[in-house]
């Protein structure tokens, strides 16, 4: 599986953004699919992950309803849907598909993007 993460880019406080993660191969439906981010000198954190069929949802603890991860298996593409943004969130994203157990570490999953920057200005 190849992953093609876009969609980030600058944005003020309280914004919104909308990452999209677009996947190769024909077992896509298979993986559960995550959203990582990075800062430098930090450690890859957990964002959200989605089940293979788009029934089950995890969120990391920060994220406090603010964002919604979904897909479309027939596009083969995962959505992250971010509102009500913060500096802090201000990360390199990343999206990756797995079938290990353990969506919320990083070690769930064996197929990862090149990462896309999203910035929020304050």
């Known amino acids: 599986v190849q992953l093609q993460a876009s969609g980030g880019g600058l944005v003020q406080a309280g914004g919104s953004l909308r990452l999209s993660c677009a996947a190769s191969g024909r077992t896509f439906s298979s993986y559960h699919m995550g959203w990582f981010r990075q800062t430098p000198g930090k450690e890859r954190e957990f964002v959200a992950a989605?089940?293979?069929?788009?029934?089950?949802?995890y969120y990391g603890d920060f994220v406090k309803g603010r964002f919604t991860i979904s897909r479309d298996n027939a596009k083969n593409t995962v959505n992250l849907q971010m509102n009500s943004l913060k500096s802090e969130d201000t990360a390199v994203y990343y999206c990756a598909a797995g079938h290990r157990t353990g969506w919320g570490t990083a070690n769930g999953y064996d197929y990862w993007g090149q990462g896309t920057q999203v910035t929020v200005s304050s």
């Open positions: 989605i089940n293979w069929s788009g029934a089950g949802t």
